[in-house]
Nanobody, 124 residues
């Protein structure tokens, strides 16, 4: 599966953005989908994951209550709604796919396919 992330940009602290991850080459209903991010000078870190059906989601603590992951399998797209953005959310955001036979994943080595990343910059 090929993934294309989009929706990044410059936003003020407290604002919102919605990232999209469009898949091609395969239907995303075969995959657990995740979002990760990498801030300047830091390692890539887990943000959120959603099961292949959308019935289960999991978030890292620093985005709980602010970010929401969702998917539309009919559109072959996964979303990350980001609200109440903080300057520390500034990073390149990546979407990733993991075949559903492996269940949920929480680290980048769990995911085999990656998008190219989209930059989110939050100004304070």
């Amino acid at each position: 599966v090929q993934l294309q992330a989009s929706g990044g940009g410059l936003v003020q602290a407290g604002g919102s953005l919605r990232l999209s991850c469009a898949a091609s080459g395969s239907t995303i209903s075969n995959y657990v989908m995740g979002w990760f991010r990498q801030a300047p000078g830091k390692e890539r870190e887990f943000v959120a994951v959603i099961s292949w059906s959308g019935g289960s989601t999991y978030y890292t603590d620093f985005v709980k209550g602010r970010f929401s992951i969702s998917r539309d399998n009919a559109k072959n797209t996964v979303y990350l709604q980001m609200n109440s953005l903080k300057s520390e959310d500034t990073a390149v955001y990546f979407c990733a796919a993991r075949h559903r036979i492996y269940n949920m994943g929480y680290v980048d080595s769990d995911f085999a396919s990656w998008g190219q990343g989209t930059l989110v910059t939050v100004s304070s």
